[in-house]
């Protein structure tokens, strides 16, 4: 694909830049109360649409944490929200965007495997939080071992700001093996979709040794053909999940659940996928499909020391984010280091 033109992309980075600015934040009816106990995460804004949203939260200690929520509806699209949070005698404020329902510049970010590597994990929040996204897409192994409270406090610890900032949609990693915590405490599924301005945005869940039911895959399967035929009215199509149909890492197993998506991908025009679970950025085009794996949130990093032939266009062992801007049509996707270094700069198009 060609390199974009700076001067467009100039151009709709500052649309992007107004449209924030000019859009006059509305304060949502509160305070939220968290109730008793000490705030352990939170809060956040997940499940956010045209016209509805959640603010959840996890209150307690690491042997009996309890997530809570209040759900918002009948919400404008394309708007700011402000709220208040009150919890252990503070207040605190929150915001998130919602959705526009039309064509619209917007940005969003996209990392992952932020892990145990809290080191690097606090650097690339700190990146993202000057970039200032409309939403955040994380692609799996949020934590190490997501049966474990303590790095779930952790976890919402070090992603304080950017929680309280944007409006987040996960998809669950190996490392989360498939524990409830994740689904209670991000008010989250295993699959889902929504849509952003003119786009659609796809959310798959890959941790096949904690599933071992294959009436799940095949479910999932189904469910993802009918959501790609479903939005083929969409000006872009991305999927994101947490084990990448493609690797560039030495003896890196590839689980044939996961092969199952790339004839579905290509049947329905997509415009490009985001996965995990290789600790490096890799780019990779395959029949028209760009390929990211973007893992490099935390985690220890891997050499990718086998380049895929024909399809690999872009590898590098180094911790990152994929910024990622939208124009109708037309996306413009920079993976940054968390010193801000462009290591690849890729134009999309729907």
Request: hydrophobic share 40%; net charge positive.
């Amino acid at each position: 694909m060609p390199v974009a033109k700076r001067g467009y992309w100039a151009g709709v980075l500052l649309a992007v830049s107004l449209a924030i600015a000019q859009t006059g934040a509305r304060r949502l009816p509160g305070p939220i109360i968290a109730g008793e106990g000490e705030l352990f995460g939170g809060p956040f804004a997940v499940n956010v649409g045209p016209h509805s949203a959640t603010v959840g939260w996890v209150t307690g200690n690491t042997k009996t944490p309890r997530a809570g929520k209040v759900t918002f509806n009948n919400l404008q699209p394309g708007t700011r929200y402000c709220y208040d949070f009150q919890a252990d005698g503070k207040t605190i404020e929150g915001s998130f965007k919602t959705p526009p329902t039309g064509p619209a510049p917007f940005q969003f970010v996209v990392y992952g495997d932020t892990q145990s590597g809290h080191r690097v994990h606090r650097r690339i929040v700190d990146a993202i939080l000057r970039t200032k996204p409309d939403f955040l897409i994380h692609t799996g192994d949020l934590v190490d071992n997501g049966k474990k409270t303590s790095q779930w406090k952790k976890f919402f610890e070090i992603e304080r700001a950017l929680l309280r900032s944007a409006a987040f949609f996960p998809a669950a990693g190996n490392h989360e093996r498939n524990s409830p915590l994740f689904f209670e405490f991000l008010q989250t599924v295993p699959y889902y979709s929504f849509d952003w301005g003119s786009a659609h945005f796809t959310i798959l869940q890959t941790d096949f040794e904690n599933i071992p039911d294959p009436g799940f895959w095949q479910r999932q399967l189904e469910w993802l053909e009918k959501d790609l035929a479903a939005n083929q009215n969409a000006d872009l199509r991305f999927v994101a999940f947490h084990r990448p149909p493609y690797s560039a890492k030495k003896n890196r197993g590839i689980n044939p659940n996961t092969v199952k998506f790339v004839p579905l991908f290509e049947k329905y025009n997509v415009t490009a996928v985001f996965s995990g679970h290789d600790h490096a950025y890799e780019h990779f085009l395959s029949n028209g499909i760009h390929y990211f794996v973007s893992g490099g949130g935390g985690g220890p990093l891997y050499d990718v020391d086998a380049p895929l032939p024909g399809i690999t266009l872009m590898l590098e062992k180094t911790a990152h984010f994929l910024k990622v801007s939208v124009d109708g049509k037309r996306a413009l996707l920079e993976a940054v280091t968390p010193g801000g270094r462009i290591i690849d700069h890729v134009e999309l198009r729907g």
